[in-house]
């Protein structure tokens, strides 16, 4: 091709604008979430299976063991974390819950049994919220500030009946990578399924879950290789995880791999899903928005 007649290619696909703008000259927000679905992975898809007890154990591992690794990770490493809980799985687990409030993590709203909201009602969903809410604040001691939906899915009603019962922020939808405002003042920190733990280490036969699990040293290079091009775009990073999955061994010491190198690069504000909301709320300036940009 003539270099001449070659269609000359915008800088900013080279040198990208930040999407958004962060706190003390950081280019990139992480947020570490794990969602502590428990017992209810299984629960919330057939309540017979209650009676499989090795389906069960292998759910019962993350609040038992997982949970408890990953905060000592935490505290080694000084990051924070928002931990999404069921309200089943708090009450099932109390002392599981009280230790994540006690290290100062976030705990957030997760449904109670796991439900998925597109199969609920108006009505049955705000009754699930207003149980979850309550069975959390009074095992954490702290009402929760943010909400993610069971499997990401949430329905048109969902942001304002968020915002009604007093919630700052969701964490369920996929449509950008840096927060954004719904209509009614809720703040939305989206999430992607790349950035998922499920997609890469779920499996179980019968029910059959997940595919054949991921070698670590994938999953290190697939995450870390968007973080870097995340960076570059000044978005936020929502790494989400499940104790059941990522609180095995050799992916607690993925986790540590890649939290290690992220605080190497410098470049990274790692904050909880409120922190992150209350700074966008205070700064409506920092979201760079394009010209494609159109309201939620």
Known sequence: MNPQSAIPIPQSLFSPAPRFIWPDGKRCAVMLCFDVDGETTA???????????????????????????????????????TFFIPSFI???????????????????????????????????????????????????????????????????????????????????????????????????????WMLEDWEQFAFNAEPAWGFVPENCEKVYDLWMREYEAMRDFGCCFTLTLHPWLSGRPSRVRLLERIVRDIQADGSAWFATGSEIARYVLAHPAARRETDLDAPI
């Open 43 to 81: 629960l919330s898809e057939d309540p017979a299976l209650a009676r499989r007890l090795t389906t069960m154990s292998q759910c019962e591992y993350g609040p038992r063991v997982g949970v408890p690794r990953l905060l000592g990770l935490l505290e080694h490493l000084g990051v924070p974390a």
């Open 90 to 192: 708090a009450e099932h687990h109390s002392a599981m819950t009280r230790a994540v409030a006690t290290a100062g993590h976030e705990i957030g709203a997760h449904g109670h049994l796991h439900e998925k909201l597109a199969h609920l009602s108006p009505d049955q969903e705000e009754a699930v919220l207003a149980k979850s809410l309550h069975i959390l604040e009074g095992i954490a001691g702290a009402r929760p500030a943010g909400h993610r939906a069971p499997w990401f899915e949430i329905n048109p009603g969902t942001p304002d009946l968020l915002k009604a019962h007093g919630l700052l922020y969701s964490a369920s939808l996929m449509g950008d990578d840096v927060p954004f405002l719904h209509a009614n003042g809720l703040v939305e920190i989206p999430g992607q």
